[in-house]
């Protein structure tokens, strides 16, 4: 089955500078890859998605790279604000009822 | 928009005692799915089922686990007997049309098991 891992477990960034969560996936016939970011205690919840056909991503400040040939896929978050701290899940879309796999998460903290 | 709502938030269980949980997905969603978050760690998919049928529940532990999904709308997830591991938050979510290659998943607040 797929299996994603996910790089760093924390990070910290001071406000105004950038973030970058790392994701690999095993399965090469993966092609749907979102991101969700959960807030403490609340439920996890969509902020991008990248579908294999596709490089890169943008949505205001938040963006996402894929590789395929790499197998990898990355989250950029720009001028970080306080309210991004939360925990970012990557996740890779796979087998005949495309069951999604995430990752482990990182715990992003943003410094005022 | 309604959520999908999700019930009991908390429960606090002796081990070896059974417990179950209840999910509303979003009208109209067809797939729904049943997903363990242990803390500090990923969910990770338990069941989906398309409207009331068991798509996948490879990564169901079915001696002790059991879900259903009657008439394609509500579900609920059952743990008989709750062992120490099993303490976590489960999240029920649900999408449409067809699954997580197609659309976005909507999760529940999620409900949240010790087992003590």
């Known amino acids: 089955g797929e299996n994603v891992e996910q790089h760093p477990s924390t990070l910290s960034v001071q406000e105004g500078d950038s973030a970058v969560i790392k994701c690999t996936y095993s399965d090469s016939a993966s092609n749907y890859f979102p991101w969700y970011k959960q807030e403490l205690g609340k439920r996890p919840q969509l902020i991008i998605d990248i579908r294999s056909n596709v490089g890169e991503k943008k949505d205001q400040r938040i963006a996402v790279t894929l590789n395929k040939t790499a197998k990898h896929f990355s989250l950029h978050i720009t001028e970080t604000q306080p309210e991004d701290s939360a925990v970012y899940f990557c996740?890779?879309?796979?087998?005949?009822?495309?069951?999604?796999?995430f990752g482990s998460g990182t715990q992003l903290t943003v410094l005022p | 928009e309604a959520g999908v709502a999700q019930s009991p938030r908390y429960k606090i269980i002796e081990k070896r005692q059974s417990v179950a949980f209840w999910c509303n997905p979003i009208?109209?969603?067809?797939?729904l799915y049943w997903y363990q978050q242990i803390l500090g760690q990923g969910p990770k998919l338990l069941i989906q089922f398309q409207n009331n049928g068991v798509v996948d529940d490879s990564q169901l532990p079915k001696d002790r686990f059991s879900a259903e999904r009657l008439k394609g709308v509500d579900s609920t997830l059952k743990i008989q007997p709750a062992k120490l591991e099993d303490s976590a938050v489960y999240l029920c979510?649900?999408?449409?049309?067809?699954?997580?290659?197609?659309?976005?998943?909507?999760f529940g607040e999620g409900s949240r098991l010790t087992v003590l």
């Open positions: 979510a649900s999408s449409y049309p067809r699954g997580p290659g197609t659309g976005e998943l909507f």
């Open positions: 009208s109209g969603h067809a797939t």
């Open positions: 996740a890779a879309s796979s087998g005949s009822a495309r069951q999604l796999t």
